[in-house]
């Protein structure tokens, strides 16, 4: 596939990032913690946002990896750049809210930070879930044309809530991974990047695929790899994932948005985004063209 890298493609393809990331949450929550045997057997092949499932959703409404990913944008929004502390601030706020789904990792680091103010919880064995990569896209947009940063701020985000290894290599490698994608680069470059990984970290090796798709950070990782380079198209890869089951929706989000930035805006199917609140798309549109404004790929101060 070959794409081109101009600032207007690129912010094209942030939006669609975004945009991913959101219909693959909507799209999986309704099956979430199923099998994909139940799947089948109540619904065979699911190919629209139904909503339903255990948190009873309205078709199209949002979870926690889209609302966190907000929280995160709107904090380097409102800093005009990032903000660690504004980010933990806009965590908290949200938890305040109650919101319909938190994952327990998640709510007993904001909980630390709105506690003790403490922006970085303790390494801990068990935080090696997935609930600081599905939350990477607004970082990876705002860091664009800077790794160093990439890594810095991933890591921060990251650990106000999980500190583990696996992690934060996760979050450090789909960020490099939707940035490359971002910026038109082909599946076999972002398949030596994920090869980079599996050398660092052996436990990501996805082939062959396990069938696991539950929220440790290995497993979703190994599944979103999996999907991602076995489909040919932004909707055949959202729909198999989430017939997974497992962690649906948040297998769809992280799969939505490295599918966004890699496919771009037209492959996403226009059913599935008039599902979404307009509010939230009108947001998402906005956030997503200033994380690029604010990136230094677009204000020219771009770093290895």
Known sequence: MTKTGTIHDIGERARAAFLGLAVGDALGAGLEFMTPGEISAKYGTV???????????????????????????????????????????????????????????CRRGIRHFMLKGVLEVPYNQWDAGNGACMRMLPVALHTLGNNRLLEKYALEQARITHNHPLSDAACVSMGRLVQLAMMGCSKTRLRREVEALLARHENFRFEPYRGLATAYIVDTMQTVFHFFFKTRGFEQCLVAIVNQGGDADTTGAIAGMLAGAYYGLEEIPKRWLKKLDKRLLTEILALSDRMISLSPLAQGTTRP
């Open 47 to 105: 190919q629209e946002i139904i909503g339903g499932g255990w948190l009873r959703l309205k078709p199209g409404q949002i979870t926690d990896d889209t609302e966190m990913s907000l929280c995160i944008a709107r904090a380097i929004d409102r800093a005009g750049g990032w903000s660690l502390q504004g980010v933990a601030e806009h965590f908290a706020a949200w938890l305040k809210a109650r919101p319909i789904d938190v994952g327990d990792t």
